[in-house]
């Protein structure tokens, strides 16, 4: 498996399984002198971890981040920071009666037929827990942002489970830390609380969801043309989480549907400062971004591991079936909430890099 590193300039290499003794990541192009400690990445990890409501997972992971590298004196030194988090509750006995058999939905066939072995222990690297370190990383690129440029903020929230979607119009920021769900709208917090109950007790199922990403005050010009397009970048960071199966940047597929005349943003200049009619865009036009917010979005799909009988064959090719037991979400879309923060973070500032190295300052301004 040769491609685990994941950025241009400030990289990521995730590392590690989801039974093994530990995963973790090492970050690399960190700028030097940015001041980090464990306890600044350890809330988004406290965001991401299992067990923390009856709608996830019931795994008990602490998630302790350790700092083994770059850092000296409470700031970074420029060189690798290596990150690692122990696992402490893997139940790998759940897993003994898929030890022969491919859950459906789920990678473990793809990895029998490419590597010619797997790690049936909850999916090994195609696991979600693997997003943990993913997290960590992403805790430092926020250090990263609030040194560099701390006026970027970002915010992601879950905006859909199943075809039950948020209303706009009660959209509360504060709401999204006060419900499992992540959700600015309280009501449909309420709503989504019964649904869950009654898909994860009485259907014994799951279901998808939709997570929305906002990163406001990004300044113009980040990205390029051609191959490291900003919103080629976001997309590839967001269908890179596990479970992503569709991605879309401002408008999205519903671009398809409007006409030249709707889907293009009008521009003006009023008291010195560009205006736009909308942000159809979604923050970036030609690959670069405009100083818009960049919004973003991505569907994920439902929970494979469910309590429901389902037809699959064996490594040795016979015909069978399969109820997967075992600690699983109802709705893994909650969970990605935080690591779609945290790899947003990542790119943001893999591109506030690039773009500083390559033209420092903007080389126009308009007026």
């Not at 093994?20 to 809330?43: F, H, R, Y």
């Not at 473990?108 to 990383?137: C, F, I, P, W």
């Not at 923060?341 to 890099?353: G, I, K, P, Y």
Request: one cysteine or more; aromatic letters at 6%.
């Amino acid at each position: 498996m040769s491609i685990n590193r994941f950025g241009h300039l400030f990289t990521f290499t995730t590392w590690g399984e989801s039974h093994g003794p530990a995963l973790g990541v090492v970050v690399d192009g960190c700028p030097p002198e940015v001041p980090l400690t464990e306890a600044d990445i350890q809330p988004y990890l406290d965001a991401r971890k299992p067990g923390k409501s009856k709608h996830e997972t019931q795994r008990k992971e602490a998630d302790e981040v350790e700092i083994l590298s770059g850092v000296f004196e409470g700031k970074t030194t420029g060189t690798p920071i290596s990150l690692m988090i122990r696992n402490t509750d893997q139940r790998s006995k759940d897993y003994g009666d898929i030890a022969q058999k491919f859950r459906p939905g789920h990678a473990d066939l793809t990895y029998h037929l490419k590597y010619g072995n797997r790690d049936y222990r909850g999916g090994g690297r195609s696991s979600a827990r693997e997003t943990a370190a993913r997290v960590a990383a992403g805790g430092v690129a926020m250090a990263v942002l609030k040194a560099i440029s701390p006026e970027i903020k970002i915010t992601a929230y879950l905006s859909q489970i199943g075809s039950d979607k948020i209303d706009m119009n009660n959209y509360d920021a504060k709401q999204i830390g006060e419900n499992p769900f992540f959700c600015p709208d309280p009501k449909a917090a309420q709503r989504w609380e019964a649904l869950l109950n009654d898909i994860r007790i009485n259907q014994n199922d799951s279901i998808g969801a939709v997570v929305e990403i906002t990163a406001s005050a990004v300044p113009a010009g980040l990205g390029a043309p051609i191959y490291a397009k900003l919103d080629t970048d976001i997309t590839a960071a967001m269908m890179s989480i596990n479970a992503v199966k569709a991605v879309e940047i401002g408008e999205g597929m519903n671009a398809a549907t409007l006409r030249g005349s709707e889907n293009a943003d009008e521009m003006w200049l009023e008291d010195g400062e560009l205006k736009f009619s909308d942000n159809h865009s979604g923050g970036i036009l030609g690959g670069i971004s405009t100083g818009q917010d960049i919004v973003t979005r991505f569907a994920v799909k439902p929970t494979s591991s469910i309590l429901t009988s389902r037809r699959t064959v064996t490594q040795s090719g016979e015909n069978t079936d399969l109820i997967t037991k075992g600690r699983h979400d109802p709705c893994v879309g909650i969970r990605a909430v935080p690591v779609a923060e945290a790899m947003m973070a990542l790119v943001l500032v893999d591109h506030l890099l690039l773009h500083r190295g390559q033209i420092g300052e903007n080389r126009r301004t308009i007026g």
